[in-house]
């Protein structure tokens, strides 16, 4: 059964015209989406201003407990 539908796919792909260029296209945005702007626009905020793993998690658990606090979750 699983290399029934393996082949299913497998030549569903290969007789591909138009889905090949569509899945390139794909494949492009999310290389853009993912490592272009991912480097340029999120920066590392947590090893850049931290320099112990003790240090960033006292962070994200004070952010947390501040949210908690401003009523940031709904219970």
Known sequence: MIHT???FYRDGFRKM???K???AI???K???MFAVLKAFFFPDFL???FSTD???AGHVLGNF???KKMGGSND
Do not use: A, C, D, P
Request: net charge positive; charged share 15%; no cysteine.
């Open 5 to 7: 539908i393996y082949t």
């Open 26 to 28: 794909i494949f492009i």
């Open 65 to 67: 407990i501040q949210s």
């Open 30 to 32: 999310l290389f853009i």
């Open 54 to 56: 003790h240090e960033r």
């Open 21 to 23: 260029k569509l899945w």
């Open 17 to 19: 015209q138009v889905g």
């Open 47 to 49: 090893n850049t201003r």
